[in-house]
């Protein structure tokens, strides 16, 4: 009998069953922002439109740049963020400028030292356009580079669009709240690890709780989805990221994503990036893997180097999205699993959880269910926040 089956018979038996699946929905009939140009279209006549985009910004099957210039839109530039406009590039490798060799624009990177535009970049700029996949996690960078964008719109006196798409993981909220102590490029605001809204709500919360430099505002607009719920499951038609290929590791980013602050292997250089997790050393480990130079992971983490880990890839779905929390047993479980626990964690993990006390705690051996517990306060408050921004029905 599969774990999934045992879960079921479990809650059902128990009486808590309660349509644990029922209530979230797998949805094919999501109309993003992006593909409803009759709102957007008019807004941009006579003006000269910048476009913050990557490989995921589609209107059904062509790119939203191409889009524009078959619509006699004038888009005079293209800025893009992490992994570049085609998105192929590392996590964290530097994006030089470039131009588009399709449309002949200029592409200019938000990425590496250059994270915000510049009044030179905007120069003649009359609106942007900004249209990104996001995965619903405070580490994935792409919310600062809207952050970024959002700033430098408002110190430039530019209106910025914002053509919203669902969350994939935006059917719950989990993980400790950012301690601004610890705020960088993969966690910018005081929010949850998961924090349960699409990029256009979450465009909506920065510029009402005053997180841009100087309070200033950001002259926004969202282009909303149709018939999208937070209790409705998005799958992606382009990969986010190069090393987020399918919707099990989207759903598991959440979990797995801190262990990229310890000295674990999340098969970056693999077939199966964040559905794993390993070391050359972890005894506890069956699954064997060894990570290679692939496009996206050009130097992986012990690239040719067989490690023994967990393999994530059988888990069904269905039971990762049942849970709506993040699944600290994973990095539990790799911690004590280790001799060397002394090196297990760097410190990118601090900036990764947004706060000092997760290490503190895994390491004292405080159970996943107390550490979940300790994050109930800070969430409850957020998510008093978070209510003034949605612009779609709730999950229950």
Not at 46 to 59: G, P
Not at 243 to 253: A, Q, V
């Amino acid at each position: 009998m599969s774990k999934v089956v045992k879960f079921i018979l479990l809650i059902a038996f128990s009486g808590q069953f309660l349509n644990v699946f029922s209530q979230i929905q797998f949805s094919d009939d999501i109309v993003t922002g992006a593909k409803q140009t009759n709102i957007y279209f008019p807004l941009l006549k006579n003006k000269k439109v910048a476009v913050v985009a990557n490989q995921t910004s589609m209107v059904n099957n062509v790119h939203l740049v191409d889009t524009l210039i078959y619509s006699k839109i004038n888009a005079i530039k293209i800025f893009c963020p992490e992994h570049g406009f085609r998105g192929m590039a590392d996590a964290g490798k530097t994006i030089n400028n470039s131009t588009d060799k399709k449309t002949g624009l200029p592409v200019i990177s938000l990425y590496g030292k250059h994270k915000k535009p510049t009044a030179t970049d905007l120069n003649n700029v009359d609106i942007v356009i900004f249209d990104i996949q996001d995965v619903g996690v405070r580490f994935y960078t792409y919310i600062s580079t809207l952050h970024y964008v959002m700033e430098a719109c408002a110190e430039n006196h530019i209106p910025l669009i914002v053509l919203d798409r669902p969350n994939p993981n935006g059917y719950y909220i989990d993980g400790p709240v950012l301690d601004t102590a610890y705020c960088s490029f993969v966690g910018m605001h005081p929010v949850p690890l998961v924090y349960g809204m699409t990029i256009g709500e979450y465009a909506l919360m920065i510029n009402g709780e005053h997180f841009l430099k100087n309070a200033v505002r950001c002259d926004i607009s969202v282009i909303p989805c149709k018939n999208y719920t937070h209790n409705k499951i998005y799958n992606l038609p382009v990969k986010p990221s190069p090393n987020l290929p399918n919707m099990r590791s989207i759903l598991l980013y959440p979990s797995l994503g801190l262990f990229e602050g310890t000295i674990m292997s999340v098969g970056r250089g693999t077939d199966f990036p964040f559905q794993v997790f390993g070391h050359p050393d972890y005894k506890k480990g069956k699954f064997k893997f060894t990570p290679q130079s692939k496009q996206g992971a050009e130097n992986p983490k012990y690239k040719s180097i067989q490690c023994k880990g967990v393999n994530l890839q059988t888990i069904e779905l269905q039971y990762i999205i049942s849970q709506k929390s993040i699944n600290l047993q994973y990095l539990i479980d790799a911690y004590n699993g280790m001799k060397n626990k002394e090196n297990f964690f760097n410190n990118f993990f601090y900036k990764l959880a947004g706060n000092k006390i997760l290490q503190q705690q895994i390491k004292s051996g405080i159970s996943e269910q107390q550490i979940h517990a300790s994050w109930q306060q800070g969430i409850n408050k957020f998510k008093k926040i978070r209510e003034n921004y949605l612009l779609y029905p709730d999950f229950e």
